[in-house]
């Protein structure tokens, strides 16, 4: 059923992607060139518009729009929206509103169409998921089931719009599933596979962006030296992610203290806006509008390979969408995010070569594993960013210096600030997300491994006081199973140490009077996970573990299992895995 429902979900969030990107063609034609028309490559440098100094406010204009949709209808749509569908995951069982998808879409379609410098992966992303959610809600369903679909439809988002299955999938095992399986993968797969066939029908199987054949690394003594500027420029991307991240909430902080929400972001876009008309007038292209492919198809078609010019470019992106998002916009930060890398490594690249490096570099090449680094870097998508990259240029020369770049970056990141662009905002927020995912070892021990052994099996009607006056009890807690005619009756933990309080007084109470019933029964070959939910359906404080799989009887208990008992298991297993001290953000 479920592998049913990511197929739908996979189909609909494809035709979604397609919608939303017309919507954006939409709105970006009307704002800059006055025409109704659906078609927009945002691989193409925008056209002056016939507004002169005046395109200066489009984006203001936007950010009207923008303001009342998020404010009046769904607070969660302003933002990139990953942090949000996280939150909805870890926090509240996959639930998301439905009308966040169709908020997200207007919102992200109008402040990207207006040139807000943002991208729009995080819309669809987040419209995906809602997507899923909402499917997860009408076809009642447990909760685990539901986070699924929701990490299925983020996976769908991203795979539809760049084009990249392989990336959607990893996107969503790396960020959005709390716990990764067969349950759990296949409909993120088909639901990824559904939203790739969909975009590509309308689109095209063409990689997002288009490399002209290029050796990244020549087969020589000389790799070697290239490859340790590939590692610099990964460290240097992980500074630069870090700045980014810090540049985007050090802006947050800076607009939350301007009440009035239409003014705090109509100032952040006027501010946009007045950019991009410096730029085009100094320039002549408006460079830090919208999502910013064309920037990045320049560089990467060696057509933009001035090191001062992409340092300069690099700097405006990180203020224009420091501006966008801190003041309340509604788009992602994947786009801008390759933007950044694409300038920040091919101007690495461009100044060696200026400075006679020995080995001369391409700057396509490097430019391609900034954008992995600074992706990798600043989301903590790993793995995401390798592949995507990939799949976008489909250039396998790269995968190599890029593993190494990205490594660094992360790892440099990771020392300046732990938290990347996504789970900041949620611990700033109170919302702790894991930056790790643990297979939980103690979930496949077998009860016999787990139970306590050290327990007594006596009949219902054997004395409380005889038991608790008993001297070899040395006032330990012990576990009672509690038998009435060979049949298990009840479980009982009892403190022995109270009988030395209740010495001479007599309550004439039975062991089958004080026993509790709220337990449950298991195999002794029953693995731990089957036991705890077992625990938990039947809202049982302890397990009576037996041997064989017939009738329970008194006879057949060899232990019990307490919460106690799971938590120590718990306890034990989390100390293999190495150590993360928190450094205070």
């Not at 990107?21 to 659906?38: E, K, S, V």
Request: with cysteine; glycine share 12%; hydrophobic share 50%.
């Amino acid at each position: 059923m479920i592998s049913l429902l990511a197929l739908a979900l996979g189909i609909v969030t494809g035709f979604g992607a397609v919608l939303f990107r017309d919507l954006i063609g939409l709105i970006h034609n009307l704002f800059f060139t006055g025409h109704l028309a659906l078609h927009y490559d945002a691989n193409v440098f925008t056209a002056p518009t016939p507004w002169g100094a005046l395109v200066i406010l489009v984006p203001v204009v936007g950010a009207v729009g923008v303001t009342f949709l998020v404010s009046n209808f769904a607070p969660e749509a302003k933002g990139h929206g990953v942090p949000e569908v996280m939150e909805a995951i870890y926090y509240r069982g996959g639930v998301i509103r439905p009308v966040v998808a169709l908020v997200k879409s207007l919102a992200s379609a109008l402040a990207i169409g207006s040139g807000s410098s943002v991208g729009r992966e995080g819309p669809i992303i987040q419209i995906g998921s809602a997507l899923g959610s909402t499917l997860g809600q009408i076809v009642r369903m447990p909760a685990g089931q539901r986070i699924a679909l929701v990490a299925a439809g983020a996976g769908a988002g991203i795979a539809s719009t760049f084009n990249t299955p392989i990336g959607g999938v990893m996107f969503a095992i790396e960020l959005m599933m709390p716990e990764v399986s067969v349950e759990t993968f296949l409909p993120v797969a088909i639901s990824t596979g559904a939203a790739t066939f969909v975009g590509r029908w309308f689109f095209g199987d063409a990689p997002a962006f288009l490399v002209p054949p290029l050796q990244a690394m020549a087969v020589d003594p000389s790799a070697i030296l290239v490859l340790a500027m590939f590692a610099v420029l990964g460290a240097i991307t992980g500074v630069a992610a870090a700045g980014f991240i810090r540049s985007l909430h050090l802006a947050e902080d800076l607009f939350d203290r301007i009440k009035p929400r239409y003014l705090r972001h109509m100032l952040g876009m006027l501010g946009v806006g007045g950019l991009m008309y410096l730029l085009f007038r100094t320039l002549g292209q408006y460079y830090v509008d919208g999502v910013g492919y064309a920037t990045v198809q320049a560089i990467l078609s060696n057509q933009a390979t001035a090191f001062w010019l992409l340092g300069l470019l690099f700097l405006c992106k990180v203020l224009a969408t420091s501006l966008s998002l801190g003041s309340g916009s509604s788009g992602g930060i994947f786009s801008p995010s390759l933007y950044m890398g694409a300038t920040l490594g091919g101007g690495f690249a461009a100044l060696l070569n200026w400075a006679g490096l020995p080995v001369p570099l391409s700057v396509p090449a490097f430019a391609m594993v900034g954008m992995g680094a600074m992706v990798g870097g600043g989301t903590g998508a790993v793995m995401t960013a390798v592949t995507m990259i990939f799949e976008m240029t489909l250039d396998y020369s790269i995968v190599m210096p890029m593993i190494v770049a990205v490594a660094m970056s992360i790892g440099v990141r990771r020392v300046l600030s732990p938290e990347n662009i996504y789970t900041l905002r949620l611990v700033r927020r109170g919302r702790a997300i894991p930056k790790a995912r643990h297979a939980n070892m103690f979930l496949v021990h077998a009860a016999r491994e787990v139970m306590d052994t050290d327990i007594e099996v006596l009949p219902s009607d054997a004395s409380f006081d005889g038991y608790l006056s008993r001297p070899e009890h040395g006032g330990r807690l012990r576990h009672l199973v509690v038998s009435q005619k060979g049949r298990i009756y009840g479980v009982l933990r009892v403190n022995t140490g109270l009988g030395r309080g209740l010495e001479g007084s007599h309550t004439g109470a039975t062991l089958g009077e004080v026993a509790s019933r709220n337990f449950t029964v298991v195999s002794e070959d029953d693995v731990v996970f089957d036991v705890i939910r077992r625990m938990a359906r039947r809202d049982a404080g302890m397990a009576v573990v037996i041997r064989g799989r017939g009738v329970p009887r008194a006879a057949d208990v060899v232990g019990l299992i307490s919460k106690e008992h799971v938590a120590d298991s718990v306890a034990a297993t989390v100390s293999t895995y190495p150590r993360r001290d928190r450094t205070p953000t």
